[in-house]
């Protein structure tokens, strides 16, 4: 089948290093990108996807940042979808109860109160600086500003995430998607939004998502992966992930996009 998009999640999809795309990718996304439309599909943040759009090659195509939160190409906003501050001030004051810190993201700013190794983290894997302030002082300056938050972060250990999470599934399951992206974090969006919504929001005339061919690894992949013409899964996916994809891939640190791509598509 000709497809005429791929759509590929970053962290543990096509990122062979937890921070960049290898040479290879590279070089096969080159190959392809006069043929498909090459979107980028990520919970990231735009300047931590900016820079590996530039290494691809691809700075003409649009980007889905947060999960489907903001869509942007180039300069232009396409999409943006917040979680309001009502929410954001009532998670704040869950959070802080079992002494969870929160990370706030709204389109290029992002806010933590304090360092930690988390926070390092994802310093060096998105190559993006934190502002380090008072999380109520953000919140201030959101509300005046008429703002809200793309993505909330919330960072803790295993045992105050065990607490919080269904605290939260309760009283904010119907709103927005959380997401325990693993023993310490918690992801939140808007749950109008997701990397489907924004893909569907990015096709032309004359193509459906039947034309989309995608790669992810994880929960927030899911839907993507079994909506569009093929779905792959990377074999170091959540066993859930490689149950609903139409085919696998070899792992991210193996180049499985890549080599799917030289193998699949315009032999």
């Not at 304090?114 to 300056?141: A, G, N």
């Not at 959540?238 to 791509?261: F, M, W």
């Amino acid at each position: 089948m000709d497809f005429k998009i791929l759509c590929s999640d970053l962290d543990g999809t096509l990122l062979t290093f937890k921070d960049n795309v290898s040479d290879f990718t590279i070089a096969e996304i080159k190959r392809i990108k006069e043929h498909l439309r090459i979107i980028l599909v990520s919970a990231r943040m735009p300047q931590s996807m900016t820079y590996i759009q530039k290494n691809l090659g691809i700075e003409n195509e649009p980007i889905i940042c947060y999960n489907g939160a903001l869509v942007l190409h180039g300069s232009k906003e396409l999409l943006s979808t917040y979680i309001d501050m009502g929410q954001i001030v009532s998670i704040y004051d869950m959070a802080e109860e079992v002494g969870i810190q929160l990370g706030l993201y709204s389109k290029s700013e992002w806010y933590v109160e304090m360092d930690s190794e988390r926070v390092q983290k994802e310093i060096k894997y998105t190559k993006t600086l934190p502002t380090y302030r008072d999380t109520k002082e953000t919140i201030k300056d959101w509300t005046a500003r008429k703002m809200g938050a793309h993505k909330i972060m919330l960072m803790g250990n295993k045992e105050n995430t065990d607490i919080l999470f269904p605290v939260l599934q309760k009283n904010f399951a119907k709103t927005l998607n959380l997401y325990r992206s693993n023993d310490t974090l918690i992801e939140i969006a808007p749950k109008s939004v997701s990397k489907l919504t924004a893909i569907k929001l990015l096709l032309q005339e004359h193509e459906s998502l039947n034309d989309v061919i995608a790669f992810g690894d994880n929960y927030n992949d899911m839907e993507m992966l079994q909506n569009v013409g093929r779905g792959i899964a990377v074999a170091n996916a959540r066993e859930e992930v490689k149950h609903i994809a139409s085919d696998l891939a070899l792992k991210n640190s193996e180049d499985g996009v890549a080599h799917y791509i030289k193998q699949h598509i315009l032999i």
